[in-house]
């Protein structure tokens, strides 16, 4: 049950594009078309539970320790470590990539130093640490956070495949009627609200 | 003390991943071929796809990976191809020139339904088939002029007319254009037969007063130079001895089906009465 409403709230109800407005930038950026948009939403999925999984480690583990007897916390600089292993992570995963599994690499490659740095996957690492989650539901929490972010992103996608051969006004050509039908999307998830 | 704590940890993290990536990348090493970034500065640039690759980036790559040979850019000049040729040692190859040549006169021939939908030839070709009564002919509505990188493509009244001293033969415009009426030629010929529908005389003459009629007398006067698919009258592309336009005043075809582009051109000019739809 705890973990129905873990993946449901993070899918749905606080979709992190559509709820919670983070990883804006992705979404708009890479949504033009669905083929992109999956290749994206596949890297987020994988970025975004590896990120999950190591900095709640981090949190949970490393963050207050003794140094000859005295108690160093280190909660002040959470954002700025998570940003460091993150960026680092994500660096040493694709050098991997490109050596051991070329074809993964050609499919996810190029959006994956598009997100290190992304809000979204701070943001679930953030939200993991401060509701104080063990490693185990911080990892589901962000895949499914990461599913959620994939959702919306090939929802929009198609969308605006399909708008592409409308017609709008002159004035909402192009990036404006994209943002009337993001928040449009946006408003359709809150009927999922109060969901869990 | 918070101050040289940060400073510490932030430090040392930042000198292990960096000495961790460091040693990361020498140990995965890949060899990058840096030839593909050399035939891609040489390519036109043009990421119009006529190679059937996803823009000249991808077309460099596979020029590199030695999967294509330089000629199998369409739009590319001889001495482009030679000098990527010569700069990544490879043999040049060669593809014949081609362009596009929208065969149809739906604008002195067919009947238009009122259609005022999405202003789109793919969109509308959706809506009980098109607005025109020829299910074959141009649209008219300009998707393939739209899609043309090098602007060689003018909506001249109701059809589409494609100006071959622009056209780089890169076939855009054939794969969108939902009727199949843009046929891909070779790029020395200048006279077609601008008719795409294979339905019989009858069927085609209630519909548009411009199609061929199928009655064979083209074929019969300038043997091997016209042939027929079907019943519907085309140049033969490959004839060893080319049509000319003495040929089209000998044939005298009786719908004025087969025209030089220049006249094509002008001919729809006058129909549209000099002014653009």
């Given at each position: ?6 993946t ?35 890297a ?20 207050e320790?003794?140094?000859?007897g005295?108690?160093?916390?280190l ?9 460091l ?21 050609r ?6 130093p ?20 063990s ?9 499914f ?6 959702l919306?992103l ?10 592409e ?32 | ?15 292990t ?10 140990l ?13 500065e ?7 796809g ?16 030695g999967?294509?040979m330089?000629?199998n850019?369409?739009v ?8 990527i ?7 040049a ?22 259609y ?49 001293e ?14 199949n ?57 490959d004839?060893t001895?080319?049509?000319?336009p ?20 002008a ?11």
């Open positions: 049950m705890k973990y129905l409403e873990l449901v709230g993070a899918v749905l109800v606080y979709n992190f594009v559509l709820s919670r407005f983070l990883g804006i930038c992705p979404f708009l950026g890479v949504s033009k078309r669905l083929s992109t948009a999956m290749g994206m939403s596949g987020v999925i994988f970025v975004m539970a590896l990120a999950s999984c190591i900095t709640s480690a981090i949190s949970n583990y490393l963050l320790f003794t140094v000859a005295t108690v160093v916390k909660d002040f600089l959470r954002i700025l470590l998570f940003i292993v993150i960026a680092a992570l994500v660096q040493l995963l694709e050098i991997m990539m490109q050596k051991l599994t070329p074809a993964l690499y499919a996810l490659g190029i959006y994956l598009l997100i290190t740095t992304n809000c979204a996957v701070l943001g679930a690492a953030t939200i993991n640490a401060e509701s104080g989650r490693v185990l539901d911080s990892t589901i929490f962000g895949a956070s990461g599913v959620g972010f994939a919306a090939l929802l929009f996608s198609s969308i605006r495949e399909k708008l051969l409308a017609a709008p006004p002159k004035a909402f050509e192009g990036t404006p009627i994209a943002l009337v039908t993001a928040g449009i999307l946006a408003m359709a998830f809150t009927g999922f609200a109060g969901l869990c | 003390m918070t101050l040289y704590t940060a400073l510490i940890v932030m430090g040392l993290l930042g000198l991943l960096g000495a961790i990536i460091g040693v990361f990348v020498k995965f090493k890949v060899e990058q071929d840096n030839r593909a970034e050399l035939a891609l040489l390519l036109p640039g043009a990421n119009c006529g190679c059937g690759k996803a823009g000249c980036a991808d077309f460099a790559r596979a020029l590199a990976a999967e294509v330089p000629g850019c369409p590319s000049s001889l001495e482009q191809r030679a000098a040729a010569l700069a990544l040692e490879i043999d190859g060669s593809v014949a020139r081609k362009q596009a040549v929208v065969c149809c006169r739906a604008d002195i021939g067919a009947e238009e339904m009122n005022n939908g999405i202003q789109d030839c793919n969109a509308a070709n959706l809506v009980a088939g098109g607005p025109t009564t020829c299910r074959y002919g141009c649209l008219g509505l300009g998707s393939c002029a739209r899609v043309c990188p090098f602007g060689a493509i003018e909506i001249i009244g109701r059809v589409a007319v494609v100006h071959p622009l056209c780089t033969g890169c076939g855009q415009c054939a794969r969108i254009c939902p009727r009426v843009i046929k891909m030629v070779p790029a020395n010929a200048n006279i077609h037969v601008y008719c795409n529908s294979p339905e019989k005389a009858a069927v085609k003459r209630s519909l548009c007063k411009a199609g061929c009629l199928g009655c064979r007398k083209c074929e019969k006067l300038l043997p091997g130079k016209i042939k027929f698919d079907g019943l519907l009258a085309v140049v033969d592309y004839a001895d080319a049509i000319t003495a040929d089209i005043e000998k044939c005298n075809c009786p719908v004025h089906g087969i025209m030089t582009e220049k006249e094509r051109c001919v729809a000019r006058e129909a549209a009465g000099g002014k653009r739809v």
